[in-house]
Each structure stands twice: as structure tokens, then as C-alpha cells.
């Protein structure tokens, strides 16, 4: 019995229903609840708890932490183990020099790589470069600016609220390109040419995207060169990437980025979250080329966007140290071919029953069913044990499916419950 069931309209964090189960009790990937069973955690909760839950590595970091000092802003203090996280995450993902910002969430990584864009750009050319163009199925963030910009059909602004700014080229995905993963030559990266030309290249600070789709339109991949084509593009134009690795970063897709699995599409910023603080802390994180980031320290360079109260707290790197811990622990190598045969199974659903269709990477996949049958499937995934997260996208009416992103220590026997559990409940959705 929920002693809170009468009042959970009042608790506004969420448009869908509020689940059912209460759970008292985690171990790694699986949740124990109330009535005695348990269920898996088949969408990383929402697409962060990489390592799972309840780790001893990283309350045994927030514990020594938090007697050691539990505040101290980096205006205040010497901010070591700020640093510390700042030094072992950029060699973790690859990219040792990069100047770094920490931020509390995902939202706020963006709009502080949003303002590091512009301040590097007008540095660099002492000219306007304001506008930021995204793709129009995108999500980077829930506050009005990332709201107004991105292309995000469920959560969109009314026009009147989008501050006049709004998504600046089609995302190379359907319905806008309707063409398939590999038979496509990237040449839909030329919109992007074509958006900046169009409104002076002189204007543009930054094209901002993320590399492999996450929830809006259910971990569509782009095609092989696309990410190349747009660092090209951008390149020639003096305009900025920005890859928005919030949700796909820290190997969710196999690779420490999603970008990785692509030659040459570094981009100068990298945003992180989820997997960063991994449900453990909100945290976000912004990485920036050395080459970029030199222009920040340039005298009359803008302040720096990222002096938030909460911004750098040693708490939430303290926990971000121990999900590093986890992270080492892992086979981490080992994890794109593991993920591979997650997709393998997941893509023999595709055609049957309301499924329409399976893409994605490593651990992120997309499983598109018809409209209508959405939450059906979910209940029936519960009933069988196994939770996911419900994705809609674009298109009248809007595709719809679920996330499948199970946490990256699941073991095989895990993957191979929810592969069984997702099959039964697609057969009994028919
Ligand atoms: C790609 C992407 N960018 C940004 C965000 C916003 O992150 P947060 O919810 O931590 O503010 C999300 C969250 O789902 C996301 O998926």
C-alpha cells in the first residue's frame, strides 16, 4: 500500500504514470521490491546507472570525502579532488589536455558549452558567432534555452516561448531521411553546409549534436561519415563542434564516446553526465580541446560560465572518482563485442509482433514498435521482469518504442534474462 498514492499528482517531476513498484533494496543491476521480487534494470534507469547500484567503491569515496570536508567551492578552497577527477576522466575517455568545466547536470553542461562556444569564437574572431545550430531530433536539456533550441517534438516550447531560436538543419534520421544506417553517403551533412552559409558563417559559433541519437528518436546511428562530414563542414567554416555525449558518453555506446567509433570527427567540445556521476551524483561535465580552450584565458575573454554554487562539489566528484573505480573494474575492451551480441539479439525481434524496428550501439538500442503499443509492452516487460525507458520520436503519428540499456556490468546471464523476458512480452503483445 503507497501511504503517498493521494497525492502524486503534486509531486511534479514527471508527465507518465508514476510506476507501481516500490523498491527497498539494490544489488548491481537489479532492483528488490517491496513485495519480494525483483526487477531489471533494463534501461539504466533513465539512461545513467552504468555501474549499477549500491557500489562500496564509491561510497567508500563520498564517506572518506565527506569527513575530509563536505563543502568547498573551487573559489574557496584548493579544489584537489576536483582536480583529480578533471585528470583521470580526460585520460579515461582519451583526451588527456582538454580543459574541463563541471557543472550539476546534463542541461547545464550544455548551456556552459554553449557559452564557452561563443566566448571562444568571439576571442578568436572578435566577430558576432552567436547562433548554435541543432538537428531537429535532438534533446540537449530541459531549461527554456536548450528546450528552444533543440528538436525535440514530445517536449518543444510553444512557438511563442522558443525565444525565437529553434533546431537549424534535419537530422540525418527518419522521417526526415528516410534511408538506412549504410546506404546513405552522408551527404545529408551538407545541410549543415548549407544552414551556415545561409545565415553567414560569421554568425554561427557552433553546430551542437549528439553522435549517436538517445531518447528522442530511439538510438538512431548515424551513417558511416556523417560525423566526419559535419566536422569537415564546420572546419572549413571556422565553426565549432560540440558533441553532446551526456547520454551516450562514458561507454554506454562501447567506445569511452560515441565519436570513437568513427576516424576523424573529434570534436573541440564534449559534454558528459549521466554516465559520469552514474545515478550516484548529478554532475555534468564539459570537455574542451586545448586548442579551443587556450582563447578562454586570453585577457578580455568572456567570465566563465560554469561558477555555479553547486557547480564543482567535492561530494559529486568524490563519487564520479569511484565510478571511475567501477569502471576499471569492468572489461572494458571487452564491451563492443559484448554489446554487439546484445544488438544481435535485440535486431532478430525486429519484424515481429509491434516491432518495427532495432538500431543502435554497445549498450544503447532503440526498439521502435507500432503506435499505440507502447505501453502495453512496457507492462508486459514489467510483468516478466524487466523495466525500460519509452522513447517517442518525430513523424505523424510520432514513432514510439523503448530504450534498452541495460548497465554495462550486467553480466551475460543478465543480458540474456532481458533479451528472454522482452521476446516473451513482444509475443504476448502480438
Ligand atoms: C543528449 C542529452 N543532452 C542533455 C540532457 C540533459 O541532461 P540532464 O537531464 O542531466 O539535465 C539529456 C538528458 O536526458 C540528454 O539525453
Keep these: ?226 560525423l566526419q562530414r559535419v566536422s569537415e563542414i564546420c572546419q572549413e567554416r571556422d565553426v565549432l563542434v560540440l558533441h553532446d555525449e551526456v547520454l551516450t558518453g562514458m561507454w554506454r555506446t562501447g567506445t569511452p564516446l560515441a565519436s570513437q567509433h568513427w576516424e576523424a570527427c573529434e570534436p573541440d567540445i564534449v559534454i558528459l553526465s549521466k554516465g559520469l556521476g552514474a545515478g550516484y551524483t548529478s554532475v555534468g561535465a564539459v570537455l574542451v580541446s586545448p586548442e579551443a580552450g587556450q582563447w578562454l584565458r586570453n585577457e578580455g575573454a568572456d567570465p566563465l560560465p560554469a561558477m555555479g554554487t553547486m557547480a564543482a562539489h567535492p561530494l559529486m566528484a568524490a563519487a564520479c572518482l569511484g565510478v571511475l573505480d567501477e569502471l576499471e573494474a569492468i572489461d572494458l575492451p571487452a564491451l563492443p563485442e559484448r554489446g554487439q551480441r546484445l544488438g544481435q539479439s535485440l535486431k532478430t525481434l525486429s519484424g515481429t509482433g509491434p516491432v518495427r524496428d532495432v538500431r543502435g550501439l554497445g549498450f544503447l538500442y532503440g526498439v521502435e514498435v507500432t503506435p499505440g503499443t507502447l505501453w502495453p509492452l512496457m507492462r508486459a516487460a514489467e510483468e516478466r521482469g524487466v523495466f525500460f525507458y519509452p522513447f517517442t520520436g518525430a513523424g505523424d503519428p510520432r514513432s514510439e518504442g523503448l530504450v534498452v540499456a541495460p548497465p554495462l556490468i550486467s553480466t551475460d546471464g543478465d543480458l540474456g534474462f532481458l533479451t528472454a523476458a522482452l521476446t516473451d512480452a513482444v509475443e504476448a503483445v502480438g
Design 1 to 226: 500500500m503507497d501511504q503517498y498514492a493521494h497525492n502524486r499528482e503534486r509531486l511534479l517531476t514527471s508527465s507518465r504514470p508514476l510506476p507501481d513498484f516500490e523498491v527497498v533494496g539494490t544489488k548491481g543491476p537489479w532492483l528488490h521490491l517491496a513485495s519480494g521480487s525483483r526487477i531489471f534494470d533494463g534501461s539504466s534507469g533513465l539512461l545513467c546507472t552504468n555501474v549499477g547500484q549500491s557500489s562500496p567503491k564509491v561510497h567508500g569515496r563520498i564517506e572518506r570525502q565527506f569527513f575530509r570536508y563536505s563543502f568547498g567551492g573551487a573559489a574557496v578552497v584548493q579544489p584537489h579532488i576536483q582536480m583529480e577527477l578533471m585528470e583521470r576522466l580526460c585520460r579515461a575517455v582519451g583526451r588527456p589536455d582538454d580543459y574541463v568545466a563541471l557543472t550539476t547536470c546534463g542541461t547545464l553542461g550544455v548551456e556552459v558549452a554553449i557559452g564557452l562556444a561563443r566566448s571562444i569564437t568571439r576571442m578568436r574572431d572578435g566577430k558576432r558567432r552567436g547562433d548554435i545550430l541543432t538537428s531537429t531530433l535532438s534533446y540537449h536539456g530541459m531549461s527554456a534555452l536548450t528546450l528552444a533550441l533543440a528538436g525535440n517534438q514530445a517536449r518543444k516550447p510553444r512557438p511563442e516561448d522558443a525565444l525565437g531560436i529553434g533546431p537549424g538543419f534535419p537530422a540525418p534520421y527518419p522521417p526526415t531521411h528516410p534511408h538506412d544506417e549504410r546506404g546513405c553517403n552522408a551527404s545529408c551533412a551538407d545541410e549543415i553546409a548549407n544552414e551556415i552559409d545561409r545565415r553567414g558563417p560569421e554568425n554561427v559559433a557552433a553546430v551542437l549534436i549528439e553522435p549517436v541519437n538517445g531518447t528522442t528518436g530511439g538510438a538512431f546511428v548515424p551513417p558511416d561519415g556523417y
